[in-house]
């Protein structure tokens, strides 16, 4: 497997990002509100295989104390095989922090275990589902 890691995402269009998340059923993602995303995070980590994506990953960090993982997605035809390992490697390589989270489907718990994850009760979010989406150019008029 001739998988390439890049940790840049200057050429990365939101058409590639949006059908790696799709394959991989990571929904939510849509237009360029994706690439958006990445391109406004400190640390990525994007996998190529034969010019085409099959890995991506990003995350946020404060440099000192915390980092927050997020977006970690690898194609259905690249899952089982270290991809995923290399891209949590490579972004926990470049997070020297004393804690790093993430959120994590119970069904994928136990990968994100392999890498000294475990759970922390104590976290909390706030969800605005109005965000979550670029509104379409006609939703800009009022």
Request: hydrophobic residues 40%.
């Amino acid at each position: 497997m001739d998988i390439q890691l890049r940790d840049r995402c200057d050429q990365l269009s939101n058409a590639e990002l949006e059908a790696l998340f799709a394959a991989a059923g990571l929904g939510g993602r849509k237009g360029d509100k994706i690439r958006r995303a990445f391109l406004n995070s400190q640390l990525v980590c994007l996998a190529y295989a034969g010019g085409h994506l099959v890995g991506a990953s990003r995350a946020l960090t404060d440099g000192e104390y915390h980092g927050f993982i997020y977006d970690v997605a690898v194609h259905p035809d690249y899952q089982g095989r270290g991809l995923g390992q290399r891209l949590m490697q490579s972004l926990l390589a470049r997070l020297p922090v004393y804690r790093v989270m993430l959120i994590a489907d119970q069904d994928v718990q136990g990968f994100y275990r392999t890498l000294g994850f475990d759970k922390y009760c104590d976290a909390m979010a706030r969800f605005d589902m109005d965000r979550l989406y670029d509104l379409a150019p006609t939703e800009y008029q009022a």
